[in-house]
């Protein structure tokens, strides 16, 4: 019987009906005894009374014992057609008989009608509720998921509504998510597109002047190689990163987190970018507790950390340096990696962290996908990643939740 509300409603109305109807007949039956006994004992009283006029030698205890006599001789009523089993001697009493059986019958008939009413609405009810799902169901089958059923009540249908209506919701979302995949993923082929176009354009260009001009100088055509390289090492990196995060998109990565020293995570990093730090003389100074440990995905927060410090120096000025520090609490631990280049303009802090953005200070070999997957990263290891920026330089806050 758990959670057939409206089953206990009737089943209560039915008892409630019941108990009424059988309380109303015994305050009938009472009251008809009542008449009765008021009837029959005026007769007998008026009997006694004639009885005393006419006999006065006639005690009362003797009328008393006739009438307690158990006796049933009646041959004086037999005379009149009157017996002591079928007929009352009191006409009056053969009509209250008479009228309050059909009073209680009447009283009967419209408790079975009431009953029948509630059983009937019941089933009504019921079978609205049924068709309201069914073609509830039949709309969701035709993807329809505008359809709002939820209810607040408790009865096994309702408790059906609201599953459903659960159900239609995550439809809805699921179709909606769907619907923003289809729209991201078009939207990433089409930046895909863009980025590989341009590098490869260059490439078959280079590549056909090398073809076509077998006597070009040493140094063109070392040039050439050259730029080919750094175009083809430049898809090779849009390649592997937007492997990345195609891996994260699909949930198919899992996180292996052990417990690692801050500082083995941070020097891996920038054993990465020294190349690049060569390139442009930039020294990384780095500052915390060489003890400090951060339960992490060692292998992937080198990467977020790594092209974080990519950034940092491809905005920063030669001769220049990074400073990158660490610290911990007992609610997070932070990194905090702070360049002092050319900064980030106002317009271009909100979007640095969506894919394939480029801000206006870029260089012409950036991908604009290097902090995207950063945040991602860091973000599936319990981590947020904020940035600060003005003219004299960038600081990236990244927050590592216990």
């Known amino acids: 019987m758990k959670n057939k509300v409206e089953l206990k409603k009737l089943i209560y109305k039915v008892l409630f009906v019941s108990i009424l109807i059988l309380f109303i007949s015994l305050i ?3 009251y008809e005894y009542n008449k009765y006994t008021k009837n029959f004992n005026t007769k007998i009283n008026n009997i006694v009374n004639v009885l005393q006029n006419k006999y006065p030698n006639l005690k009362e205890e003797e009328i008393i014992d006739i009438l307690n006599s158990k006796t049933d001789e009646s041959i004086i009523l037999k005379k009149y057609g009157i017996t002591l089993n079928n007929k009352s001697i009191i006409k009056e009493n053969d009509k ?12 009967l008939a419209l408790g079975i009608l009431i009953i029948i009413i509630l059983f009937m609405r ?44 659960k159900t239609t919701v995550m439809l809805k979302e699921t179709k909606d998510i769907s619907i923003k995949d289809k729209n991201n993923l078009k939207k990433s082929l089409e930046d895909i597109s863009h980025q590989i176009k341009t590098p490869l354009t260059s490439i078959l260009i280079m590549l056909d002047n ?22 083809v090492t430049n898809i090779n990196f849009l390649v592997q ?3 990345k995060l195609s891996k994260f998109d699909s949930n198919t990565i899992t996180f292996i ?33 060489n003890k400090l440990i951060l339960n992490c995905d060692f292998k992937w927060e080198v990467e977020a950390l790594t092209n974080i ?32 280049g ?11 962290f969506e894919r394939f953005y480029k801000s206006k200070n870029s260089n012409q070999d950036s991908i604009g996908i290097g902090l995207a997957l950063s945040k991602t990263i860091i973000e599936n290891d319990s981590g947020t990643i904020n940035v600060l920026s003005n003219k004299t330089g960038t600081k990236f806050i990244i927050k590592y939740f216990k």
């Open 342 to 352: 050319c900064g980030i303009d106002k317009e271009d802090i909100k979007h640095i």
């Open 28 to 30: 009938i039956n009472i």
């Open 241 to 243: 990163s937007i492997l």
């Open 122 to 165: 019941y089933l009504k009810n019921r079978e609205k509720g049924i068709n309201d799902i069914t073609n509830y169901i039949k709309e969701l089958n035709k993807r329809n998921y505008s359809l709002e059923i939820e209810t607040n009540s408790l009865d096994e249908l309702s408790i059906l509504k609201n599953e459903i209506y």
């Open 210 to 231: 090398l073809i076509d001009d077998t006597d070009m100088d040493k140094n063109t055509r070392e040039d050439f190689i050259r730029d080919i390289k750094r175009n």
């Open 257 to 289: 987190k052990e417990k690692i020293l801050i500082k083995d995570i941070i020097d891996n990093a920038i054993k990465n970018v020294n190349t690049l730090c060569d390139l442009k003389n930039i020294i990384i100074l780095v500052k915390g507790d």
């Open 309 to 340: 410090l990519k950034n940092c120096i491809e905005h920063s000025s030669l001769n220049s340096k990074i400073d990158i520090s660490y610290e911990q609490n007992n609610v997070y631990t932070t990194i905090i990696i702070k360049d002092y």
């Open 96 to 107: 209250l008989y008479h009228r309050y059986i059909i009073l209680n019958i009447s009283l």
